[in-house]
């Protein structure tokens, strides 16, 4: 930036300039810090290694071991995935038989239910036949009975009215006799009424 644009600028935003390149700064002083010890460490290889031959034939070395053990991490992993499909399969057989055994217990179950309640059902069937053929004769005795005892009260009510009205014409005709006796000539216009 030039002077004139540095002048131009307020306090807080001189002070913010100052803190992204202090903060620049600190991140430039890392990075290099960081590669210093990347060339530390790689100057130390080479020196134990003793020459560029043995560091490159080191890091071939680590790279076959790195591709082993990837090899093997793959290879673990392959059958750790073939282990869990198997359980997988397993555990899904042995809820199926599961599952399986429980619906051939419950249609078991249902059908005894249903056995059962069907029995229930023709034994309160016949229990109710039973008990409606026995209301039925009583019924029949009961009505039998008070048809008896009504016929018997009608032909003494039978009885006893022809009587009381035999007994009722009897007096009457006697009434009628004695006014008759008493009146003969009023016998003589009954006789005479009588012949026409």
Do not use: P
């Not at 700064?25 to 560029?52: D, H």
């Not at 080191?58 to 198997?86: C, G, H, P, V, W």
């Not at 009215?161 to 009722?168: I, L």
Request: contains cysteine.
């Amino acid at each position: 930036m030039r002077d004139k644009e540095l002048k131009r600028l307020s306090r807080s935003e001189l002070l913010e300039i100052l803190l992204d390149q202090a903060q620049e700064i600190e991140q430039l002083k890392k990075e290099t810090e960081e590669q210093n010890k990347q060339i530390e460490n790689r100057e130390i290889q080479i020196q134990e290694s003793g020459t560029i031959a043995e560091a490159s034939l080191r890091l071939t070395n680590i790279f076959e071991e790195a591709q082993k053990a990837a090899d093997l991490y793959l290879e673990n992993a392959k059958r750790f995935s073939e282990e869990k499909t198997m359980a997988a399969d397993a555990y899904e057989q042995e809820h199926k038989a599961k599952a399986d055994e429980i619906m051939n217990k419950t249609m078991e179950d249902s059908r005894k239910i249903i056995y059962d309640a069907k029995e229930e059902a023709d034994k309160t069937l016949e229990t109710a036949k039973e008990e409606a053929a026995k209301s039925l004769a009583d019924s029949k005795a009961r009505a039998a009975q008070i048809l008896e005892n009504t016929k018997a009260k009608c032909e003494e009510m039978e009885t006893k009215a022809k009587t009381d009205s035999q007994a009722y014409w009897d007096e009457v005709r006697q009434k009628i006799q004695n006014v008759i006796d008493e009146h003969e000539d009023l016998k003589e216009l009954i006789t005479r009424i009588s012949e026409k």
